[in-house]
C-alpha cells in the first residue's frame, strides 16, 4: 500500500488547509482499514488529526475537532483532509497513514512521504 499527500504548501492566516491523499494498492473502503492524518509542528512530536475508516464515519481529536473535515472519494481511491480558520501554530509536516484493526488488534501500515505546510502572510 502506498499514500502520497498532495496540497499547497502555503496558506495564509484564517484561511481553509485542504490537502488530499492517494492510496494504491489497497481499496480506502476495504474492511478494517483507518486512513489517517498525523502532523508534526516543527520541534514538536507526532499529533493525531483525525481518521476516517472503512465505514466513512470519520472521528477527530477533540483538539481540532471544530476544524477539521476528513472525507473520502471513493471513486479516486482518495481521502481529504479541511483545517479551518488556520494560525501559524498549524504549520507542520502533514502525513497521511493507514492502521489496520482485526479482532481488536492495531496495526500501522504505510504512512505519506509528509507535506510540509507553512501558515504565514
Known amino acids: 500500500v502506498q499514500l502520497q499527500e498532495s496540497g499547497p504548501g502555503l496558506v495564509k492566516p484564517s484561511q481553509t488547509l485542504s490537502l488530499t491523499c492517494t492510496v494504491s494498492?489497497?481499496?480506502?473502503?476495504?474492511?478494517?482499514?483507518?486512513w489517517l492524518w498525523i502532523r508534526q509542528p516543527p520541534g514538536k512530536g507526532l499529533e493525531w488529526i483525525g481518521y476516517?475508516?472503512?465505514?466513512?464515519?470519520?472521528d477527530y481529536n477533540p483538539s481540532l475537532k471544530s476544524r477539521t473535515s476528513i472525507s473520502r472519494d471513493t471513486s479516486n481511491n482518495q481521502f481529504s483532509l479541511q483545517l479551518s480558520s488556520v494560525t501559524p501554530e498549524d504549520t507542520a509536516v502533514y502525513y497521511c497513514?493507514?492502521?489496520?484493526?482485526?479482532?481488536?488488534?492495531?496495526?500501522?501500515?504505510?504512512w505519506g512521504q509528509g507535506t510540509q505546510v507553512t501558515v504565514s502572510s
Open positions: 497513514a493507514s492502521l489496520t484493526v482485526v479482532a481488536g488488534q492495531e496495526s500501522w501500515g504505510s
Open positions: 494498492g489497497a481499496s480506502i473502503a476495504s474492511n478494517n482499514y483507518y
Open positions: 476516517i475508516p472503512d465505514s466513512g464515519s470519520a
